[in-house]
Every structure is written in structure tokens, then in C-alpha cells.
């Protein structure tokens, strides 16, 4: 919650502010970004925190860096678009997405095959295109990370003609296998017998961890 002397100290920061700041913190640069890693974790650090304006400007933001990311604009407004589309589900509006401008789905398509090796990149294009995605290959990758990523790609199979019935299956199924992993898998140090210690991954006590998967179809 910022306040009045927030104002004092310079103002409240944007979200392109933010994500430079993280992105410097990240690389250990202040140079941030000058290279096509640093743009891509831009746009994955503002696709997880749900700012949709961000990615429809990053291509221009992030400029001249930008330029030797191929598929960045079409990444960025794909990934806006179900952005929007998940917020409206949940109650809000969308909206227009005219200055966005069209993007070709045969751009997806391509980066798919190339042999990139940049996991921020992959992870996004994998989500857009409803791929699998290894997370073991994303740098820091926690649990919060997989399950945003498995509860948007639900979405991606919706606006792609995924039934009703067919999406309420796939969530339970989800929902019991996060039920079925061990506490351990949330944190490490639970399996070492450091109880009450909490990993960066997720909960730790068994309550907090089946809370979990309660909460993704609003159990008790």
C-alpha cells in the first residue's frame, strides 16, 4: 500500500519500472535489458503478474533489444489477450484489444521448432500453444510457477473449444494431483525434518499443503 510521502520519495513506480527492477536484481546488471534473455524474462515476470498493458508495450519498451526477438510481439499480445480473457471469467471487463493489432498463430508455430534454449521464452510459447513444459529447465522455477502455468493453459483449452464438462474434468484432475504430492515436494526442507520451515516453493504443514489443491475448485 504506497502513502502520501511515497510521493516525496519519487513517486509510486509503473510496472515497467518494477520489472526492470527485478530484472536487474536477476542478472546483476544495471544494464537491464540489454539482451534477448533479459526481454524475455521481462515479458514472463509481466505475464505472471497479470500485467497485460505491459506485454502489449514491451516490444517498444524493451526496444532496441527487442529487435532480436523474433516472436516477442506475437508472444506478448497472445499472452495479453488470455490475460484479459482469464480476468473477464473472474468477473472483469477486456478490454479492446484494436491498437494490439493482428498476429499470426503460424509465428507460435515456428518459434516451437526452433531449438531456442531460453526457458522464459519456451515456457511462454509452450502455454500458448498448449504444450507440455518441462520446469525443470526454467531457472527458479517454484510450484506457483507450474500450477499458473497448468491453470492458464485450462483457459487456452477453453477459448480453443474445450467443453464445459471436459475443462471441469481436466481442473479436478489437476486439483488431485496436487493432492497426491507429498509436502516434501513443496519443500524439501519438510523432508530433512525441519518442520514448520517453509520453502520457496509452497506450503510446508500438511494442512497448508492440502489447502492447496482445495482451493483450486473452492473446496473446504
Not at 515479458?43 to 503478474?49: G, P
Not at 502489449?56 to 508472444?75: H, I, K
Not at 502455454?127 to 527458479?140: D, G, Q, T
Not at 483449452?157 to 489437476?174: C, K, M, N, V, Y
Request: hydrophobic share 45%.
Amino acid at each position: 500500500v504506497y502513502r502520501s510521502e511515497d510521493a516525496r520519495l519519487g513517486g509510486i513506480p509503473d510496472a515497467w519500472s518494477l520489472v526492470r527492477a527485478y530484472g536487474r536484481v536477476k542478472f546483476e546488471t544495471a544494464a537491464f535489458p540489454s539482451a534477448p534473455a533479459h526481454v524475455w524474462y521481462a515479458a514472463y515476470v509481466a505475464a505472471r503478474a497479470g500485467l497485460s498493458q505491459l506485454l502489449l508495450e514491451l516490444p517498444e519498451r524493451a526496444a532496441p533489444c527487442s529487435d532480436r526477438c523474433p516472436v516477442l510481439r506475437t508472444v506478448c499480445v497472445k499472452m495479453a489477450r488470455l490475460l484479459r480473457a482469464v480476468a473477464a471469467e473472474a468477473g472483469g471487463a477486456v478490454p479492446e484489444f484494436e491498437a494490439a493489432g493482428d498476429v499470426d498463430q503460424a509465428d507460435l508455430l515456428r518459434a516451437d521448432l526452433d531449438e531456442e534454449s531460453n526457458g522464459f521464452r519456451n515456457v511462454l510459447v509452450s502455454l500458448l500453444l498448449c504444450r507440455n513444459f518441462a520446469f525443470s529447465k526454467l531457472p527458479e522455477a517454484t510450484v506457483e510457477d507450474w500450477l499458473w502455468f497448468r491453470l492458464h493453459a485450462l483457459s487456452v483449452g477453453a477459448s480453443e473449444g474445450e467443453s464445459a464438462p471436459g475443462l471441469s474434468q481436466q481442473l479436478e484432475a489437476l486439483r488431485q494431483h496436487v493432492l497426491s504430492l507429498p509436502p516434501s515436494h513443496y519443500d524439501p526442507a519438510a523432508a530433512a525434518g525441519m518442520a514448520g520451515t517453509a520453502g520457496a516453493g509452497g506450503p510446508s504443514s500438511s494442512s497448508a499443503f492440502r489447502g492447496v489443491g482445495d482451493g483450486l475448485l473452492g473446496g473446504p
